[in-house]
């Protein structure tokens, strides 16, 4: 048990250097990548401005823009709430019928990079947001993992207590 304390010192201190000097330097970062990602996707549209479907443009704008919004807060709650919108929620269910469709039959090969680059950065502020998450999480791992192993050294203990044989002597007179 003389361990603890240093451990869970060492893990704040992670925590402080990750949450406090990593996460805003890598949210930056990322937000700076899909700030020139959306300076690059209007100057595409502007030199093709005549070839491209508005939807897919307007789309494409404002995913980038809400991407943008969201570093901060994009972690796992935010995909189970997608998921469940996915599952439960009409509208939004033909909304990205509409989209998938349009998408697949008018996206140029160009905006379809766009999107692969998109997606590629909010999975990297996605892992970095549920990273921070994990930080959290880790104590009450390492607390559960010593209760039970103090449970079963104890359980270990009084079985052995129990399950001992009478006294007997060790030397006997006959």
């Known amino acids: ?15 402080l250097f990750y949450n406090y000097l990593v996460l805003p330097l890598l949210r930056d970062s990322l937000k700076y990548q899909l700030f020139s990602l959306r ?15 508005h939807d897919i443009v307007d789309y494409m704008k404002g995913t980038v823009n809400r991407t943008i919004d969201m570093v901060e807060t994009f972690d796992i709650s935010i995909l189970f ?24 039959a ?6 379809r990079i766009f999107e692969r680059r998109k997606l590629q950065i909010a999975l990297h502020i996605f892992l970095a947001n549920t990273f921070e998450a994990g930080l959290w999480l880790l104590p009450i791992s390492i607390i559960l993992n ?29």
């Open 81 to 104: 709430m997608v998921k469940r919108a996915m599952q439960y929620d009409v509208q939004f269910q033909e909304a990205h019928k509409k989209y998938q469709t349009c998408f697949n």
């Open 146 to 174: 010593v209760l039970v192993f103090s449970f079963t050294v104890v359980k270990n203990l009084v079985n052995i207590s129990i399950n001992l044989p009478e006294k007997q002597p060790i030397c006997q007179r006959t």
């Open 1 to 15: 048990m003389n361990y603890l304390l240093p451990v869970f010192l060492a893990m704040f201190l992670l925590h």
């Open 39 to 53: 300076d690059e996707f209007r100057q595409y549209e502007l030199d093709n401005r005549d070839i491209l479907n």
């Open 106 to 111: 008018y996206a140029t090969d160009e905006i």
